[in-house]
C-alpha cells in the first residue's frame, strides 16, 4: 500500500478546441507538479530567495508576496513591479495584438522597453493624447479615426468587432476575498470571480463610460491593457494588502505560508489564472459569448490577449500558443 501523500499539482497549460457542432469549445487542461513544492522543507529566507526564481512571470511581485507570507521584512517595490506590468502590457499590445489582426509588430515601440522612457514610450503608443484615462467617448473616436500610431490603428481594427463577442463580466477579486481563499483547505476557490488590469482602471473616467454604454466587451478589455499601461508609467505606491498578496501585471497574486521548526511546512499560490482560467470562469465563458463563424479565427486570440493568463493557451486552428 502506497501511504505517500499525492504531490499538489498545477494548471500548466489550457487548449481550446472549438466544437463544431454544439457551436462551443471543448477546453483541455493539462496539470503538473506544483512549482510551489520546491518551497517546501526551505528556511523562510531560502524560500523567499526561491520564489521569484521558481515563479518567472512577474518575478518582483512573487518576490514581495512571499517575503510578506513568509513573515519576513517586505518593501514592495514599486518600481520593478511597475516595469513587469508596462513590460507585460507591452509586448501585447505591441506584438500579440498587431499579428493576430495581420499587422507588423511595432517593433520601433517595442525597442525602447530597453531603456524605458515614460515620456516617449507613452507617445509612440499613443501619440499626443495626454491622458487617455480622461478620455470621453467621442474623444477616444477621435483618436481611433486619426489613429495617430500603429497601437491606434491596430484598436481601430478591433472597434470593428461587436461588443457582444465574447462579452462577460464577473465580480471583481478583491485582497480581502483573495486572502480568504487562501485560507482555506486547498480546492475549488469558491464562487467566479476576476482580476486583471479591467478591474484596476474601471473607474477612470473613460472606462467607467465604456462600461456603462457597452460593459466589458473585448475592445474594452484591451483598451484597459492600454490604459493600465500607461498608468504605470508613472508607478505610485500600492495601497496596505494582507500578508501575501501583491498586484501583479496579470491580476492579483496570493502566496500563504506555514512554517514549523523554521522551516516552509506547507505554501500554497493562487496566481490570477487561478480564477481567470478556473473551469466555467472568466475565460470559459468569454469564449462561450463568441458567435461561430470565420471571425472566430482572429477574435479568439484577441480575447486570450485581452484576458491575459499566467499559462500557455493553445488554441487549436493556431501552430503555437496563442498566448503565454
Known amino acids: ?40 522543507g526551505r528556511t523562510p529566507e531560502e524560500a523567499a530567495r526561491l520564489a521569484p526564481l521558481v515563479f518567472n512571470l512577474c518575478g518582483a511581485a ?4 512571499a517575503r510578506s507570507a513568509l513573515g519576513l ?6 518600481e520593478t513591479m511597475a516595469r513587469e506590468t508596462v513590460r507585460d502590457h507591452a509586448l501585447a499590445l505591441l506584438h500579440t495584438v498587431p499579428v493576430a489582426l495581420g499587422m507588423a509588430p511595432d517593433r520601433a515601440a517595442l525597442a525602447l522597453l530597453a531603456r524605458l522612457d515614460g515620456a516617449a514610450f507613452h507617445a509612440a503608443l499613443v501619440g499626443d493624447a495626454s491622458n487617455l484615462s480622461s478620455f470621453s467617448p467621442s474623444e477616444l473616436e477621435a483618436w481611433l479615426a486619426s489613429a495617430p500610431t500603429p497601437t491606434a490603428r491596430a ?38 470571480r476576476e482580476t486583471g488590469a479591467l478591474g484596476r482602471v474601471a473607474a477612470t473616467p473613460l472606462m467607467t463610460a465604456l462600461l456603462a ?3 466589458p466587451s473585448l475592445f474594452v478589455r484591451i483598451l484597459a491593457r492600454l490604459v493600465d499601461g500607461l498608468a504605470h508609467l508613472a508607478p505610485r505606491p500600492a495601497p496596505p494588502l494582507p500578508a501575501g ?14 512554517v514549523e521548526a523554521g522551516r516552509v511546512k506547507a505554501y500554497r499560490i493562487l496566481s490570477p489564472s487561478a480564477w481567470n482560467l478556473a473551469p466555467g470562469g472568466l475565460l470559459e465563458r468569454a469564449f462561450a459569448a463568441l458567435s461561430p463563424g470565420w471571425r472566430t479565427r482572429w477574435l479568439a486570440p484577441l480575447l486570450v490577449c485581452a484576458i491575459n493568463p499566467c499559462v500557455p493557451v493553445t ?4 501552430t503555437e500558443p496563442a498566448y503565454a
Open 73 to 78: 521584512p517586505a518593501a514592495a517595490d514599486a
Open 315 to 318: 488554441l487549436s486552428f493556431a
Open 1 to 40: 500500500m502506497n501511504s505517500r501523500v499525492p504531490l499538489p499539482r498545477a494548471l500548466r497549460s489550457l487548449t481550446l478546441v472549438p466544437d463544431g457542432r454544439a457551436g462551443g469549445w471543448r477546453v483541455t487542461r493539462e496539470e503538473g507538479p506544483d512549482p510551489a513544492a520546491a518551497l517546501i
Open 213 to 215: 454604454s457597452e460593459g
Open 155 to 192: 484598436f481601430a481594427r478591433i472597434r470593428e468587432a461587436d461588443p457582444a463577442e465574447g462579452r462577460v463580466h464577473l465580480p471583481e477579486l478583491s485582497a480581502d476575498v483573495l486572502a480568504a481563499t487562501l485560507a482555506r483547505p486547498a480546492a475549488a476557490i469558491g464562487s467566479h
Open 62 to 65: 512573487h518576490a514581495f508576496a
Open 245 to 258: 498578496i501583491a498586484p501583479a501585471a496579470r491580476g492579483l497574486l496570493g502566496h500563504r505560508a506555514e
